[in-house]
């Protein structure tokens, strides 16, 4: 059965290597056709970033298989052998840890060079090298606190419960709303400063978009985001009252106000339409789908990688296997989620104008050097937007 598991690992290695390959041949294409919507100058740069970023994919994805490798071999039997006595909620947490905590530091180098090289190189990532040790310090000890938590309430319902699939999606999907909830007003604020819009009129003309959608939020603030990166973006976050509205200061820098409430109204666009909720709803269904294959998987395939059957193993597997399973669904993801993006920059394009609309896209594809061209196929599996060119295109853009 080994072989097998590893065989179908290959092949989804190989799916997202080929969509890679063929995304950079269709973006080698384009590269020699007239700019759309970007100057000359960032449409080249455009695509030479997206030729970068899927050869780092590539070589991320054979690294990936080779940790699989390592973790399927071997790698579980021998931290099951070091680790695991008993089995019980500690030793469970502990194997889960050291088996995270070594992909973790494995892995490292490969967002060190994307975030110090590849994104710097092309003038996006403006972050030193003492504030990502202390993010990279923050986000590990708030790992050690919720993902223990979450990662012992797991062990003991497995340990606890026969259906312990049903009763371990109820409480991850609740401990993942409970973390959207407070996100925004804790977490976030660890990393980045958050200030109260001080412009006025910009506040008012905010407040009063968001009064015609009946959103209620905990205020409207801007981001330090040039702390650590050049990108332009804007975002609603948080659920019930811990709602806010967030504002990139690299946004507000580029956008003026027509664009802004463009970009707003169509963020807004989504909270109209219930997106957030319907998003909520579909991701429950999948994570339901995800255990309940996982929770009836056979003991077979756990003697298959060297282990027993337990809280421990089970987590394991389910964190090794989870990444071909969440490949399967992204079709349906995306497809949803970019017939979604249609609606709300219709919407938003009702709140101003759809000429802020396009011309606040336009501004943010030139700045965030994003290529506005895209493989099909890479757009049915990657992407939640749709193309650049489609979404101005509904827009009434002639391009």
């Given at each position: 059965m080994i072989a097998f598991i590893i065989a179908l690992y290959l092949f989804?290695?190989?799916?997202?290597?080929?969509?890679?390959?063929?995304?950079?041949?269709?973006?080698?294409?384009?590269?020699?056709?007239?700019?759309?919507?970007?100057?000359?100058?960032?449409?080249?740069?455009?695509?030479?970033?997206?030729?970068?970023?899927?050869?780092?994919?590539?070589?991320?994805?054979?690294?990936?298989?080779?940790?699989?490798?390592?973790?399927?071999?071997?790698?579980?039997?021998?931290?099951?052998?070091?680790?695991?006595?008993?089995?019980?909620?500690?030793?469970?947490?502990?194997?889960?840890?050291?088996?995270i905590a070594i992909n973790f530091i494995l892995s490292l180098p490969f967002d060190i060079y994307s975030v110090f090289v590849k994104d710097k190189r092309f003038g996006f990532s403006t972050i030193d090298i003492k504030t990502y040790v202390i993010d990279n310090i923050k986000s590990v000890a708030i790992f050690i606190i919720i993902g223990g938590l979450m990662i012992s309430l797991v062990a003991w319902i497995l340990s606890t419960f026969a259906f312990w699939w049903l009763w371990s999606f109820i409480a991850i999907f609740c401990v993942i709303l409970f973390i959207n909830m407070f996100y925004p007003?804790?977490?976030?604020?660890?990393?980045?400063?958050?200030?109260?819009?001080?412009?006025?009129?910009?506040?008012?003309?905010?407040?009063?978009?968001?009064?015609?959608?009946?959103?209620k939020s905990s205020g409207i603030f801007m981001m330090d985001a040039s702390?650590?990166?050049?990108?332009?973006?804007?975002?609603?976050?948080?659920?019930?009252?811990?709602?806010?509205?967030?504002?990139?200061?690299?946004?507000?820098?580029?956008?003026?106000?027509?664009?802004?409430?463009a970009v707003l109204g169509h963020e807004l666009g989504h909270f109209k339409h219930k997106d957030i909720l319907k998003n909520i709803?579909?991701?429950?269904?999948?994570?339901?789908?995800?255990?309940?294959?996982?929770?009836?998987?056979?003991?077979?395939?756990?003697?298959?990688?060297?282990?027993?059957?337990?809280?421990?193993?089970?987590?394991?597997?389910?964190?090794?296997?989870?990444?071909i399973a969440s490949f399967i669904m992204m079709p349906l993801i995306g497809y949803l989620s970019r017939k979604n993006e249609y609606k709300a920059d219709e919407y938003g394009s009702e709140c101003e104008s759809k000429e802020a609309l396009i011309s606040a896209l336009m501004k943010l594809a030139d700045e965030n050097k994003s290529f506005p061209?895209?493989?099909?196929?890479?757009?049915?599996?990657?992407?939640?937007?749709?193309?650049?060119?489609?979404?101005?295109?509904?827009?009434?853009a002639d391009i």
């Amino acid at each position: 059965m080994i072989a097998f598991i590893i065989a179908l690992y290959l092949f989804y290695t190989l799916a997202k290597i080929y969509i890679s390959v063929s995304e950079i041949n269709f973006v080698l294409k384009a590269k020699n056709l007239s700019a759309i919507i970007l100057s000359n100058e960032n449409y080249q740069k455009a695509a030479e970033y997206k030729i970068v970023n899927e050869k780092f994919a590539i070589v991320s994805s054979f690294w990936d298989f080779a940790l699989f490798l390592f973790w399927a071999v071997f790698g579980l039997k021998m931290l099951q052998s070091l680790v695991i006595t008993s089995g019980g909620i500690l030793q469970s947490t502990v194997f889960v840890f050291i088996f995270i905590a070594i992909n973790f530091i494995l892995s490292l180098p490969f967002d060190i060079y994307s975030v110090f090289v590849k994104d710097k190189r092309f003038g996006f990532s403006t972050i030193d090298i003492k504030t990502y040790v202390i993010d990279n310090i923050k986000s590990v000890a708030i790992f050690i606190i919720i993902g223990g938590l979450m990662i012992s309430l797991v062990a003991w319902i497995l340990s606890t419960f026969a259906f312990w699939w049903l009763w371990s999606f109820i409480a991850i999907f609740c401990v993942i709303l409970f973390i959207n909830m407070f996100y925004p007003t804790f977490i976030a604020p660890l990393f980045n400063k958050f200030t109260p819009i001080n412009d006025s009129e910009l506040k008012s003309s905010i407040e009063t978009l968001m009064s015609k959608v009946g959103l209620k939020s905990s205020g409207i603030f801007m981001m330090d985001a040039s702390k650590r990166d050049n990108r332009l973006n804007a975002y609603f976050g948080g659920l019930g009252k811990s709602k806010r509205v967030v504002l990139f200061d690299t946004l507000v820098k580029k956008l003026d106000k027509k664009e802004l409430l463009a970009v707003l109204g169509h963020e807004l666009g989504h909270f109209k339409h219930k997106d957030i909720l319907k998003n909520i709803a579909l991701m429950a269904v999948l994570l339901f789908i995800l255990f309940v294959l996982f929770g009836n998987l056979p003991t077979a395939l756990y003697e298959a990688f060297g282990l027993e059957k337990g809280a421990y193993s089970v987590i394991a597997i389910f964190l090794l296997l989870s990444s071909i399973a969440s490949f399967i669904m992204m079709p349906l993801i995306g497809y949803l989620s970019r017939k979604n993006e249609y609606k709300a920059d219709e919407y938003g394009s009702e709140c101003e104008s759809k000429e802020a609309l396009i011309s606040a896209l336009m501004k943010l594809a030139d700045e965030n050097k994003s290529f506005p061209r895209s493989h099909r196929l890479f757009i049915v599996f990657y992407h939640t937007h749709p193309p650049l060119t489609e979404r101005l295109k509904a827009l009434g853009a002639d391009i």
